[in-house]
T-cell receptor, first 116, second 110 residues
Framework: NAGVMQNPRHLVRRRGQEARLRCSPMKGHSHVYWYRQLPEEGLKFMVYLQKENIIDESGMPKERFSAEFPKEGPSILRIQQVVRGDSAAYFC??????????????FGPGTRLTVT | DAKTTQPPSMDCAEGRAANLPCNHSTISGNEYVYWYRQIHSQGPQYIIHGLKNNETNEMASLIITEDRKSSTLILPHATLRDTAVYYCIVLNTNAGKSTFGDGTTLTVKP
């Protein structure tokens, strides 16, 4: 059973370009979470999605950032018009279908975005 | 979600038990205690979770006090590869997101 996959692992963008980060959850997982980690800082929650639904986007910046988890295909975190402050590691996690009382999350290896 | 308090750093000798404390004094009845760790630059790794009973798996043991206001993660025989940042979080079963604090940086020394 493959783990959570993220691609690309490293992404370099110039200021003003768009960044698209992809996350394929573990097989059988229908909950996806995105986190951002700035250098030397902890993980910050961004958004929680289920298939075709955004459940909680309280950690998403109001502008330039969006996320989706379509019925088919990976979850996408999209950053428009990137700025240097967007440089960070972006981690995706997935968890099993609700029905249990616990939500252990399994993390991917992350995408390291560098904005030049 | 309840907030947690952890010491910023701890050292442990290789082969000895590492005991990592966590305070969560405002935890409510339906919140679980979860532990994750992040080895340098890698994605966080789930370790263990519990509600009120002590738990053990192949990685670690989790001891939760009777009043549930604190817990301890125990790595019974720490190795150099256990050097990582350890995060204790509490999570409402109805909420998906996890709020990670600053964690404890555990350094296992030879």
């Amino acid at each position: 059973n493959a783990g959570v996959m993220q691609n690309p692992r490293h992404l370099v963008r110039r200021r003003g370009q768009e960044a698209r980060l992809r996350c394929s959850p573990m097989k059988g997982h229908s909950h996806v979470y995105w986190y951002r980690q700035l250098p030397e800082e902890g993980l910050k929650f961004m958004v929680y999605l289920q298939k075709e639904n955004i459940i909680d986007e309280s950690g998403m910046p109001k502008e330039r950032f969006s996320a989706e988890f379509p019925k088919e295909g990976p979850s996408i975190l999209r950053i428009q018009q990137v700025v240097r402050g967007d440089s960070a590691a972006y981690f995706c996690a997935s968890s099993p279908l609700s029905g249990t009382l616990s939500y252990e999350q399994y993390f991917g290896p992350g995408t390291r975005l560098t904005v030049t | 979600d309840a907030k947690t308090t952890q010491p910023p750093s701890m050292d442990c000798a290789e082969g000895r038990a590492a005991n990592l404390p966590c305070n969560h004094s405002t935890i409510s009845g339906n919140e679980y205690v979860y532990w994750y760790r992040q080895i340098h630059s890698q994605g966080p790794q789930y370790i263990i979770h519990g509600l009120k009973n002590n738990e053990t798996n192949e990685m670690a043991s989790l001891i939760i006090t009777e009043d549930r206001k604190s817990s301890t993660l125990i790595l019974p025989h720490a190795t150099l590869r256990d050097t990582a940042v350890y995060y204790c979080i509490v999570l409402n079963t109805n909420a998906g997101k996890s709020t990670f604090g600053d964690g404890t940086t555990l350094t296992v020394k030879p």
